[in-house]
């Protein structure tokens, strides 16, 4: 049985409500962007540790980087069902570290300008992003900041007609080789007196310092970054002054949806392999799916992947139709968080010894599903979000 045949069967043709035919188009010419582009030069990336830039030039010729993006500027107008979709169909990929790659760009980073930016600001840069052509990167994250956003040190100074920017970020995702960097930096004396600046590659007193060596996502450049009097124009903030905490705040519900979307789509693919292997893997007289308490820890696992599928996708919806999500989104980042670790956890121990060996494609998922429980929110910030609102 192919790994294909294995996949579709419980997962690809698992009914939908949400989804249309529309949908599933999408999901297949992603796919086939993954079987050409991307699976023959993951171990290659993993070693590098960052993808090409053609690559993402090649999905903005296809028209999947600006799927929610208006028109005018290259983009599809999509639905943010259409741009679940889109991530989950993403996240089928085995290199977990060009997902990331391209999500920052366009469910993490470059919102912050569809949001907030001006049409001057937008006509300036969103054709570029679009194409694949300025690759973005968002700069919250500091060393003693990272879910408390309000904790922020790095700071801002209105200066006549710039702004002078000192401070530093850590763990920034496309931080090495991004165009654009959306910055989120102190200007007021209330706790949440933030905005959000954007600042070009090479802009005076920017600079990129270490590349940061990480134990998963290692196709995927991540770096800190350092502002020493860095003279931004004024026309770079993005929307009004001080109110970049809610602007973070608002696309986080983005952002943790698409990884909601890559916890699930890493599950997806691990019992898939998972099954192929039990299946064919003699042991103790036969395969182990012989085994009853093989059969009912894949049946459990999957089960589980499957409500959890379902409630990303309610999440998804519920956005579409305009619904305060903040609890809802809160509970699925840390669910699926949790859940992607249970289970490629459950199924590399099914793999036995060779689960644990370096370049196997269950070891990459296992170790690459590590951070979804911490990036973006975690799971006991997003549980406490969560209880706030009962």
């Not at 028109?71 to 990331?100: Q, R």
Request: proline letters at 4%.
């Amino acid at each position: 049985m192919s790994r294909e045949s294995v996949m579709s069967e419980p997962y690809v043709s698992m009914p939908l409500i949400y989804t249309t035919p529309d949908h599933e188009l999408l999901r297949d010419q992603i796919a086939r962007f993954l079987a050409r582009e991307v699976e023959p030069h993951v171990e290659a990336w993993e070693r590098d540790g960052m993808v090409p830039r053609d690559v993402l030039q090649r999905l903005g010729q296809a028209g999947l980087l600006g799927l929610m993006y208006q028109p005018e500027y290259g983009g599809g107008g999509a639905d943010p069902l259409t741009n679940l979709v889109f991530a989950e169909a993403l996240s089928m990929s085995s290199c977990a570290g060009f997902v990331i790659t391209v999500l920052v760009h366009t469910d993490m980073a470059s919102p912050h300008l569809h949001h907030a930016g001006s049409a001057a600001q937008k006509a300036r840069w969103m054709p570029g992003i679009t194409a694949g052509q300025t690759i973005t990167a968002v700069a919250i994250t500091e060393p003693g900041a990272g879910s408390d956003v309000a904790g922020l040190r790095t700071h801002a100074k209105r200066q006549g007609e710039q702004w002078v920017l000192n401070g530093s970020k850590l763990f920034i995702t496309n931080g090495v080789h991004a165009d654009l960097v959306f910055v989120a930096a102190r200007t007021g004396t209330a706790r949440h007196d933030i905005s959000i600046f954007a600042v070009e590659k090479g802009t005076p007193g920017f600079r990129v310092g270490r590349t940061l060596d990480k134990t998963g996502w290692r196709a995927s450049d991540t770096a800190e970054l350092f502002f020493d009097d860095c003279v931004i124009p004024a026309a770079h903030l993005l929307g009004q002054e001080d109110r970049g905490f809610q602007a973070v705040m608002k696309n986080f519900q983005t952002e943790r949806i698409a990884l909601g979307a890559m916890a699930v789509a890493t599950c997806m693919q691990a019992l898939a392999l998972t099954l192929q292997h039990v299946q064919s893997r003699q042991a103790f007289g036969g395969s182990l799916w012989s085994q009853p308490t093989v059969r009912q820890k894949i049946a459990m696992l999957d089960a589980k992947t499957r409500a959890a599928r379902q409630y990303l996708y309610h999440c998804a919806w519920r956005v579409s139709q305009g619904h305060d999500v903040v609890q809802d989104v809160s509970m699925l980042k840390a669910l699926t968080g949790e859940l992607v670790n249970e289970v490629t956890y459950g199924c590399q121990q099914l793999h036995g010894g060779m689960g644990y060996m370096t370049g196997t494609p269950i070891e990459r998922l296992w170790r690459d599903a590590r951070v979804l429980a911490i990036g973006g929110g975690a799971t006991e910030v997003m549980l406490n979000e969560a209880a706030k609102r009962y």
